[in-house]
Structure formats: structure tokens, C-alpha cells
């Protein structure tokens, strides 16, 4: 690789490859470590092709959830089989991975500049702007520039635009869809939210069990289904359908806190 070879984005990939191996690094205990990540479908990951592939997740943090992503996709693209064992899969990152973020969040500090140069694809967030509710045009600028990372690579989305579950989706994310017909990969994550801070920045708690499940690509007639139906079927892939909130009974409720208090892991003896 040519030393200065740039990006589409115009990011120089030398300095990307060191900066992921260093955030990588720094980050690593904080999901082998601190807590644990179980992880489940790293045999898609490596299935998928090189480019125009398009990941839709829920969101519970800033930050702590893309660095993941980006930790999970490299090892298994590396031969790790669910596990992020052994950093040396940081020494040649996939490159070619991007994720959507919001612009005012990407600007704010010089560590969110460093983390959009790693992949940031910053929008203008078109409901909500410096914590006020907005409603504001689309700038084609920004799809457009969606598309041109999926052209390169891979994109990470999280739909519902916010942190906060049971939002309903961003339509934008379907008009993307059916607009450049990328591979639709579902990802669910848990566990984000009880371990670190909403940025996702800060170890909030010790010894939680994080999760991350990758689903077999969706199938989507591009062409003939509405924008309504592949929100729908986004939904509920990721988990997120009105449907899944439901008066639990208060036995299946303590049932499930005693359940959790199992996966909860602690350190053992080696």
C-alpha cells in the first residue's frame, strides 16, 4: 500500500491503520477485560462481500458500540471464531469500514475528531441539533456521501438516530436502502448500556455481559417493497417493533433477573 494512498474521503489509510491499532488496543479491555462481549455470527461476517454492505443495529451508546463493531468485524474477518481473543487482528484492519454519526457530536472534541478520521460518515441530523428537536431538509450531500462509502466498503448504521430503545426508525435509512441495494445486515446488541456511560466513553460497571448477535442478511425486493415495509422488517430484525414491548408477569420478570444474575460475569480461576 502506497504510504500517502488516500480514501474516497480523502483520509490518508496509513494514518487510519495506526489509529485503529491504537484505539484498538486501548479499548480492548473494556470488552475482554473489564466485562466480557459474547458474540454470535462471526461466520457471516466472513461470507460477506467486500463491499456495499450496509450493517443496521440498535443503539445503546455513543461510541462503545461502533468501537465493538469495528473490534468483532476485524477478528472475524482475521479467522476468530466469536471471540476477539488476541488483538493481533488490529495489526491489518479492514479499511474500508465506515459508520454514520452525527456531525455536532464528530466536532465537538479533538477525541470525536480522531474517531471520525478512524470511519465517520458525519450527517446533519434532520430532527434534532445541539439538543433542541429540529425539522430541517436532508442534505443530498450526505446521502450521496453514504453511497460512496458503500461503494468503498462496508457502513455501519444505527437507524433509530438516538440511544434511547423503542424509537421508531429514520426512514432515511430505507430510502438509502432501495437507493443503492446494499447487503442488509441486522446486528442486535445488549449490555452496551449497564457498562458504560451514555458516550460510551467511561467503564460505568464492572463485570457486565455484553452482547452482540450478527443475523443472516435480509432479504429485500429493492425494487417493489414500499419504504414502510423495509422499516418494518428492519424493526424487527434489530429487535426494535413496537411488537417486542409487552407487560412481562411478575414471575417471568424475577424469572429474568435471576437469569441474569447468571450471565452476569465474574473473573475466574484461570
Sequence with gaps: MPLFKKNPFGHILFIKKWLIRVLGLMTHQRYKGFNKLEIDGSEIIRALPERNVLFVSNHQTYFADVVAMFHVFNASLNGRSDSIKNVGYLWNPKLNMYYV????TMRKSLLTKVLAYVGSISIERTWRADGQNVNRKVKFSDISNIGKALADGWVI?????????????????????????PVVVPVVIDGFRRS?????????KKGILQSMVIKEP????????????II?????????????????????LMAYE??????????KKA
Excluded: C
Design 258 to 267: 435471576e437469569a441474569h444474575k447468571e450471565r452476569m460475569w465474574r473473573k
Design 101 to 104: 454519526a452525527a456531525a455536532e
Design 232 to 252: 418494518e422488517k428492519l424493526e424487527y430484525a434489530i429487535e426494535q417493533h413496537p411488537s417486542f414491548l409487552k407487560v412481562i408477569p411478575m414471575e417471568e
Design 196 to 204: 458504560f456511560d451514555k458516550k460510551g466513553l467511561y467503564v460505568k
Design 218 to 229: 435480509l432479504q429485500i425486493d429493492y425494487d417493489n417493497e414500499s419504504v414502510d415495509e
Design 157 to 181: 448504521t444505527f437507524p433509530q438516530g438516538t440511544t434511547t430503545p423503542w424509537k421508531p426508525l429514520r426512514k432515511g435509512t430505507a430510502h438509502i436502502i432501495k437507493k443503492y441495494k
